[in-house]
């Protein structure tokens, strides 16, 4: 069984820096893609970021691009969201997400796997 727990997330003032981790179980995690989505207050859940198997290919929201960094160890079964220069508007519940197929990457891949959520607040 497919077990994703996150963590990292938190309060942090406007331009501030949080990353969070996501520790995966129950599979061997470097063979499939990852993904990290956020649902903010009385919003649907957005895309946020994916990061193929090896780590070779990686694809933001362009919300995010450019101030947060996906990255993970397959040693560790960890995928990390690193988030810099955090916005209000970055007020979320964080979740990272693992598809049922592996070795494929792709911004419309279909997510089978969530975690329970982490929170992130950002104050102006």
């Known amino acids: 069984q497919v077990q994703l727990v996150e963590s990292g997330g938190g309060l942090v003032q406007a331009g501030g820096s949080l990353r969070l981790s996501c520790a995966a179980s129950?599979?061997?995690?470097?063979?499939?893609?990852m993904g990290w989505f956020r649902q903010a207050p009385g919003k649907e859940r957005e895309f946020v970021a994916t990061?193929?198997?090896?780590?070779?290919?990686?694809y933001y929201a362009d919300s995010v691009k450019g101030r947060f960094t996906i990255s993970r160890d397959n040693a560790k079964n960890t995928v990390y969201l690193q988030m810099n220069s955090l916005q209000p508007k970055d007020t979320a519940v964080y979740y990272c997400?693992?598809?049922?197929?592996?070795?494929?990457?792709?911004?419309?891949?279909?997510?089978?796997?969530w975690g329970q959520g982490t929170q992130v607040t950002v104050s102006s």
């Open positions: 997400a693992a598809p049922n197929t592996p070795l494929r990457f792709g911004i419309n891949l279909r997510y089978d796997y």
């Open positions: 990061i193929s198997w090896s780590g070779g290919n990686t």
């Open positions: 129950g599979r061997t995690f470097g063979s499939y893609s």
